[in-house]
């Protein structure tokens, strides 16, 4: 592989109607060159449709797709010179394995000898090469993604597009070959793309995550940016699990204070003055031992409690509050978990983040 | 006997019926049928001699293969941009265009060979809209010869070339044709690379299916070759019914149902003959 790096892409307000249905409204994404992006939504929000559009399969009905600052929103797919690994791998079936991989070479009109030598290459870089003379239909799942990403790589692509690279594999291989995909951009340098419903391939994934709701681009940032300071509360419950509370926001030099009934919970993040949301994460809450401060303490009762081997997951019910969820690790956990059981809640103030209501 | 020797038995006893019925009252009599080829007019190989012998024997044979090549060729030609246009369709156009391939199968091929005739005859539509616009000066021979034929059974066998076709076509998923554009290839790249080789199990099927039916052909040759062109079919016709020499064309059944089976043998193992049956797979 030549060590050609990777490339930028940028969209510009980018949108696409069928009719009535907007499927993707106005969405703009810079994706640095070398970078690993994920669009992230729940299926319906449009993210296999921005992929389409980056593709060039499907035509966006306004905005523009930039490469390196050139148009190419009116590029056909097989002149965009972008490398796609597409959901279910879509391999050719009347190829063995090493055909498969020299299709784009072919198509490209390369000479025999050089193509044979990247297909050799390639699929050394993803172990494969023992089986080049198989049928796709002799592969296991694992293997056929393989080859996936060895024919999408083998003509040192622009970008690389991954559509639901993994969705077809069982969870424990699924694991396994998260793993190699990481090492794989690392190796390769390029720029990839990549599109999942599955929050926990993201997190893991990507240098940055954009997420899609309804059509729309709701955030973009790092992984832990993204969870550690959601902007809606569709981006804290779609990422991760959270608590809600919902109340009168004021400010404070430390940031926001959210009054509900008689309990005031310092958190961070701007909110208009008004009714406020914060979000909470279940595991950022503490049951505090006796005598032990915080910034917010909170009493109630266990209304439920169950044990998942590495911890435990318990709702509270508080008088203010409402109920909240918890999840304690099992060795950090001051008291025995029981029904009815009065505890002491706390929180750090950073934990509580001011998060908007999700647009219409 | 093992229980499931006892079950195969079980089911071979439910067919049996069906089985002694076809052997009575429909295998047994075309052997017999046929093997009048051996005893008739003198017990022996004498008919079969004719193959190596006789001139006009060999000329039927020859013709009926000419024409089965031929039409197979074009009826799959046609077939393939019909199935291909069928295929790339939505599902409620689909059903449309299917339809108008089966109706003409619900036809008379009586209908459709005067039909024929009185299209592409020397004062027919054809001929005097060709005269009309200054094409031609004289008309055309284009029936009661070999080229009306041909014309004939292309119509009447183009239905059963895309009906293989389009089942092989329906299964060759979209994605794959996405990812040949996607991996740099053109439309006719993507095409001749891809779709063409994964519907060419179906193109086969076709082909044997189309060329079995061609070769026995009789009515639609009798009526536009003109008596002319012999084919096979209506040469034995001719030999049984008119000169009333059985054993030849016994013969020339037999050497019809053996090129038939022949043909079968040869391309079951090269496709899935099932899919000819609608069994798809």
Known sequence: MSGRAGHALSLQAVSKRYGEFVAVADASLE???????????????????????????VEPSAGRVLLDGRDITAVPPERREFGMVFQGYALFPHMTVAENVAFPLRVRRLGRAERDARVRATLD???????????????????????????????DPALLL???????????????LQDELKALHRRV????????????????????????NNGR??????????????????????????????????????????????????????????????????EKIAVLPEGEAEDNVVEGRIAAWSYLGAGYAITVTTADLGELKVHLQAWRIPVTPAEGLPVRLGWPRGAAVAVAEDAA | MRPAGRHALGWWGLILPAFLLMTAFYVAPILQVLAISFTEPQPGLGNYERLLTSESVQRVIGTTLRIGVVTTAIALVLGYALAYRIALSGPKAQRWWLLAVLVPLWISVLVRAFAWVTLLRRQGL?????????????????????????????????????????????????????????????????????????????????????????????????????????????????????????????????????????????????????RLFGAGG
Not at chain 1, 125 to 154: I, K, T, Y
Not at chain 1, 245 to 268: H, K, N, Q, S, Y
Not at chain 2, 181 to 189: D, E, F, K, N, T
Not at chain 2, 230 to 245: F, H, N, S, T, V
């Open chain 2, 126 to 274: 054809v001929n005097q809209g060709l005269m009309a616009v200054g094409a031609i000066e004289e008309p055309l021979a284009l029936v009661w010869n070999e080229f009306g034929i041909v014309v004939g059974m292309v119509h009447y066998m183009v239905p059963y070339a895309v009906l293989p076709m389009l089942s092989a076509m329906r299964e060759i998923d979209p994605r794959v044709l996405a990812a040949a554009r996607g991996l740099g290839a053109g439309r006719a790249g993507a095409f001749l690379r891809v779709f063409l080789p994964l519907s060419l199990p179906g193109v086969f099927a076709a082909g044997v299916l189309v060329f079995i039916f061609s070769l026995g052909f009789y009515i639609t040759p009798a009526i536009l070759g003109g008596g002319k062109t012999l084919m096979a079919a209506e040469w034995i016709k001719l030999q049984i019914l008119d000169l009333i020499r059985w054993g030849l064309g016994a013969m020339m059944a037999t050497v019809l149902v053996v090129a038939i089976l022949g043909t079968l043998a040869v391309f079951s193992r090269l496709v899935n003959l099932r």
């Open chain 1, 162 to 176: 991954l559509d639901e690279p993994l969705s077809a594999l069982d969870k424990k291989l699924r694991a396994e």
């Open chain 1, 125 to 155: 870089l993803v172990q494969l090469e023992q089986f080049a003379d198989r049928r796709p239909s002799q592969l296991s799942g694992g293997q056929q993604q393989r080859v996936a990403l060895a024919r999408a790589l083998v003509f």
């Open chain 1, 189 to 212: 340098g390029r720029t990839f793309i990549n599109v999942t419903h599955d929050q926990e391939e993201a997190l893991s994934l990507s240098d940055e995550i954009a997420i899609l």
């Open chain 1, 217 to 282: 681009l709701v955030q973009v940032g790092a992984p832990h940016a993204l969870y550690e300071r959601p902007a809606t509360r569709f981006v804290a419950s779609f990422l991760g699990r959270s608590n809600f509370i919902e109340g009168e926001a004021e400010e404070d030099d430390g940031g926001l204070v959210l009054r509900r009934g008689a309990t005031r919970v310092l958190a961070v993040g701007r909110a208009g003055p008004g009714r406020a949301l914060l979000s909470l994460r279940p």
């Open chain 1, 31 to 57: 994706v640095g060159s070398g970078r690993f992006l994920t669009l992230l939504g729940p299926s319906g929000s449009g993210k296999t449709t921005i992929l389409m559009m980056i593709a060039g399969f």
